[in-house]
């Protein structure tokens, strides 16, 4: 059974720090490129960032780049993403995906599976 696990959520003031854990278990995802996306209290989940776990090529949104950064712990199963420079608008609910492919894409219906997500406050 395939789960991916989130952790590392909380409630942090505007340029602050936290970082993400996404911990997968269930099958081998050397062939998976890993996502991750967020979704704010009524709008669209968009796409945040993604690597591939083989090779770790990494793909950010704009809105992102330079302040957050995606690595893989092969030995541990586990995807972080390093979020610096917090701002409010960072504020949502982070959800990890998994795509069985190499070939990063931002659009969250082509992941087949997915964590239940964990909660990011960012206060002004």
């Known amino acids: 059974q395939v789960q991916l696990v989130e952790s590392g959520g909380g409630l942090v003031q505007a340029g602050g720090s936290l970082r993400l854990s996404c911990a997968t278990s269930g099958r081998t995802f050397n062939s998976y490129t890993m996502g991750w996306f967020r979704q704010a209290p009524g709008k669209e989940r968009e796409f945040v960032a993604a690597?591939?776990?083989?090779?770790?090529?990494?793909s950010y949104a704009d809105s992102v780049k330079g302040r957050f950064t995606l690595s893989r712990d092969s030995a541990k199963n586990t995807v972080y993403l390093q979020m610096n420079i917090l701002k409010p608008e960072d504020t949502g609910v982070y959800h990890c995906a998994a795509r069985l492919s190499a070939i990063v894409v931002v659009t969250p219906q082509m992941y087949e599976y997915w964590g239940q997500g964990t909660q990011v406050t960012v206060s002004s």
């Open positions: 690597i591939t776990w083989r090779g770790g090529r990494t």
